[in-house]
């Protein structure tokens, strides 16, 4: 704390003392374990870009960042990046501006189609010892992407390394969308949400994009992340938002009983 000297208030210079006010009010217990957590951000986006800010500002441990688009005029309808940054890699334009909003965040960013072959082997690597320990794996695989081929390769992954997996869809009319947690062998996976809304962008027809749609979805996402990784309130497994009725539905996903589990060791994608 400091005093300011135009108003002679004592000004709190604490980044961490609003979040800390949790453990207080009884929210949460152990706020600071926070920093402790690391979370893989696939897909830097409408809404990856609202999770990585979000999550920065609440102190996370560490954010790794993987996308392999360049930022374009045609993404102002989005939340974040700004004119002048126009093709500059999405990955270190996401660094650029999250580093700077809390001291201890660190960010590892790989600029890569995670759904190319070649790229597959790092993906997994890079997930399985991206803990804040550089040892463990992440504490949560995030899927902030647009296409059904990235969220596979997401849930591969996920289900190789048990690493839970949360995925964001948002539906290509920009009207709904939903988060879903996916825990190897505990929830359902993929298959359990909407169809509908894992479809592949229709060819030739140009999907549709808001950034409130997409930042009430991303602010769903760091909220359950929260509680997920914290421990308070109630975790959510698929809730659902849609934007025309206002309607919210949560519920539980189950595993298929069909599915088999991969075997042990080696690459299964
Ligand atoms: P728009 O489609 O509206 O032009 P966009 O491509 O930014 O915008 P969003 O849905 O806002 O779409 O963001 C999804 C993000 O996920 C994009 O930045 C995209 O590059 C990224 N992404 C999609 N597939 C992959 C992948 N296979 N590997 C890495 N990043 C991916």
């Not at 609202?50 to 939340?79: F, H, P, Q, S």
């Not at 600029?111 to 997930?127: A, F, G, S, Y």
């Amino acid at each position: 704390q400091k005093m300011d000297a135009m108003s002679s208030e004592v000004v709190d210079t604490n980044p961490y003392s609003r979040l800390m006010a949790l453990k207080s009010m009884g929210v949460v217990s152990n706020y600071e374990r926070v920093r402790d957590f690391s979370v893989a951000i696939v897909g830097i986006g409408g809404v990856g870009v609202g999770v990585c800010e979000m999550l920065t500002r609440c102190g996370i441990g560490k954010v790794l960042i993987y996308d392999y688009d360049t930022i374009e005029l045609a993404n102002m309808n989005k939340m974040f990046y700004r004119p002048e940054q126009a093709g500059w890699n999405k990955t270190m334009a996401a660094r650029h501006y999250c580093s700077e909003l809390c001291p201890d965040t660190i960010f590892e960013v790989h600029n890569m189609d995670i759904t190319h072959d070649e790229n597959r082997p790092k993906l997994k690597d890079t997930v399985a010892h991206g803990g804040v320990d550089r040892k463990s794996p992440v504490n949560l695989i995030l899927g902030c992407v647009d296409n059904l081929a990235a969220r596979q390769v997401m849930e591969a992954v996920s289900e190789e390394l048990q690493v839970p997996f949360m995925d964001a869809v948002v539906a290509d009319d920009a009207m709904s969308g939903h988060i879903q947690l996916i825990i190897p062998g505990r929830t359902g996976g993929l298959e359990a949400a909407p169809i509908k809304q894992q479809m592949d962008k229709r060819p030739g027809v140009c999907a549709a994009s808001l950034p409130t749609t997409d930042s009430i979805l991303a602010g769903l996402m760091a909220q359950n992340v929260l509680k997920y990784l914290l421990g308070f309130g109630e975790v959510a497994f698929l809730l659902s938002y849609n934007a025309v009725t206002n309607d919210f539905q949560s519920r539980m996903t189950y595993p298929d009983p069909r599915k088999q589990p991969p075997p042990a060791g080696g690459d299964h994608y």
